[in-house]
């Protein structure tokens, strides 16, 4: 019995370890993409389905960094461009959440949706990549949104990206939006304590539900997204992403090499005693006196 007792705690341990969880703590959705889409925490079990392609997973032998597997959104063509679920209690959150998730991009834009409850004229929440910034877009109950963005996410390398709407129950109007990079707030904003509830729009994974991964969509691989029904501690985040980092710790940056194109050679400089003799009394730019010379050759 002892050791069945034993055996019970240490599987309850690593699966708490595998997504940072303290036990009971609020945790409505987990995606650990090991071979599969399903949401294993939660009480709606939010499974994704694809868009746009296929899942394809990878391994650490594959992508250095990897934990069990991840997903590979856009990388290659036929790969998935997103993968989303349907509405549920699970997915309308609360005016205090938290979203994380660890990601690789591959690839830069002006967007790059990474979890997101928003689509219509309504928006709850959206966590992305916005011109190279972590951000984190919160609608609020009243229609108007706010957000909070910094930092800087690098492509090519594992972050721990974390969006926090922590709600001040004793003075709502105090309520703000946080940002984390690997452990370390890098921005924050006010919001007023409150949340829009979008009563058909689900949640999306790498573009608005039902999308396909367009110009807006996230490229590259992501892993362990977790959504919470609370705003979770600084230190927890930063503990989560401690899981994870030393195992990060001098893994090479994954780029495409990119040929550079030859350079052509400078034009023959003009001579100044030539085109003294032809007239020209001023030269006033570079151009100017191509233009110049060009009409005194005719």
């Given at each position: ?14 699966s ?9 703590d609020?945790?409505?959705s ?5 071979g ?8 709606s079990?939010?499974n ?14 594959q ?9 590979a ?13 349907g ?37 709850a ?14 609608g ?20 721990h ?41 689900g949640?999306?994974?790498?573009d ?7 110009v ?11 959504i ?19 195992k990060?710790?001098?893994?090479a ?13 400078p034009?023959?400089p003009?001579?100044?005693?030539r085109?003294?003799a ?21």
């Amino acid at each position: 019995m002892k050791n069945l007792l034993g055996v019970l705690v240490l599987l309850l341990a690593v699966s708490a370890a595998a997504f940072g969880a303290d036990g009971d703590d609020g945790c409505v959705s987990f995606w650990d993409f090991d071979g599969a889409l399903n949401d294993v925490r939660g009480v709606s079990k939010d499974n994704l389905s694809v868009s746009g392609g296929a899942g394809r997973f990878v391994t650490a032998e594959q992508i250095p960094g990897v934990s069990g597997k991840a997903l590979a959104l856009g990388v290659k063509p036929g790969d998935a461009g997103c993968v989303s679920a349907g509405t549920s209690s699970d997915v309308k959150l609360g005016a205090s959440y938290t979203i994380e998730a660890w990601v690789l991009p591959t690839k830069g834009g002006q967007w790059n949706r990474l979890v997101l409850n928003w689509g219509g004229a309504k928006y709850a929440y959206h966590l992305a990549i916005h011109n190279g910034m972590l951000s984190l877009y919160h609608g609020q109950a009243g229609g108007d949104y706010l957000f909070a963005e910094g930092g800087r996410v690098k492509l090519g390398v594992w972050s721990h990206l974390v969006g926090v709407a922590r709600r001040n129950d004793k003075a709502p109007a105090k309520s703000t939006l946080e940002v984390y990079i690997n452990g370390k707030l890098v921005a924050s904003a006010p919001y007023d304590g409150t949340i829009a509830t979008l009563k058909s729009e689900g949640l999306g994974i790498g573009d608005a539900a039902g999308g396909k991964g367009g110009v807006s969509g996230f490229r590259g691989y992501i892993d362990e997204v977790a959504i919470w029904n609370r705003a979770l501690p600084a230190g927890q985040i930063a503990k989560h992403y401690a899981t994870r980092a030393a195992k990060l710790k001098g893994l090479a940056p994954i780029v495409k090499t990119v040929a550079a194109k030859p350079v052509a050679a400078p034009a023959k400089p003009v001579d100044p005693a030539r085109l003294k003799a032809l007239g020209v009394k001023e030269i006033v730019s570079a151009g100017a006196l191509l233009r110049e010379f060009r009409l005194l050759l005719r």
